[in-house]
């Protein structure tokens, strides 16, 4: 049982790099505070996770966009109520990256929180910023969820890519199996016509004058 425990300890572990800390990130033309994570996997994963948990809540994102926003990348949650973090209304701003381009399935997360003007973690009491924590350090659950249904959506486009080649090869066989048919009775037509010739060359032939 205890050898058991710790697998699964050492599976956790592995699975979230650590825990929730605070940290900073550039946006909105400054440095703001955030909590970050990183979790060991794709970024797409993790990203797929929160959103569904926002929209689950009935919170849609705005993504920043265009070649000269310095923010792009960032999803946006405008006043947005999330119980488990605090009961005030505010905007949850986060932002998923690569955690180096060797590292393609690890992932940093970032959670910025503004209210009003200023960044709302600056103000936040002790117990509020350990729920904030404790949020993103329980976000696992969900992470493998969003992870699963990537690796379906990958398999089905595999299994279509194959079945579309099956179809493919099927096709060919019939159009192969025409021509087949068709060279067979072009052979026998063929074969006709030169009994027919033969047959003329021979009365030709039988037309000769014998010196």
Do not use: W
Request: hydrophobic letters at 40%; charged letters at 35%.
């Amino acid at each position: 049982m205890k050898k058991l425990s710790l697998l699964f300890f050492c599976f956790i572990s592995l699975s979230v790099l650590g825990q929730s800390y605070e940290g900073t990130i550039q946006y909105d033309k400054k440095k703001q505070t955030a909590f970050i994570i990183e979790y060991v996997y794709p970024p797409e994963a993790v990203q797929n996770a929160f959103v569904q948990k926002m929209e689950n809540a009935g919170f849609k994102a705005k993504e920043e966009k265009g070649i000269l926003n310095k923010d792009k990348g960032f999803l946006v949650f405008k006043n947005a109520y999330v119980t488990d973090i605090s009961e005030e209304r505010m905007d949850y701003i986060i932002k998923v990256e690569r955690k180096s381009r060797k590292e393609s399935d690890e992932a940093v997360f970032y959670l910025v929180m503004v209210k009003g003007d200023g960044n709302a973690i600056d103000k936040m009491r002790p117990k509020e910023i350990d729920r904030a924590k404790s949020f993103l350090n329980n976000m696992l659950p969900d992470i493998e969820a969003a992870n699963l249904e990537l690796q379906i959506k990958v398999q089905e486009e595999v299994v279509a890519k194959a079945e579309k080649k099956l179809k493919g090869l099927r096709d060919d066989q019939v159009s192969l199996e025409a021509k087949l048919q068709q060279n067979k009775t072009d052979q026998e037509t063929t074969q006709k016509d030169i009994e027919a010739q033969k047959q003329a060359l021979g009365v030709l032939i039988g037309k000769r004058k014998i010196n």
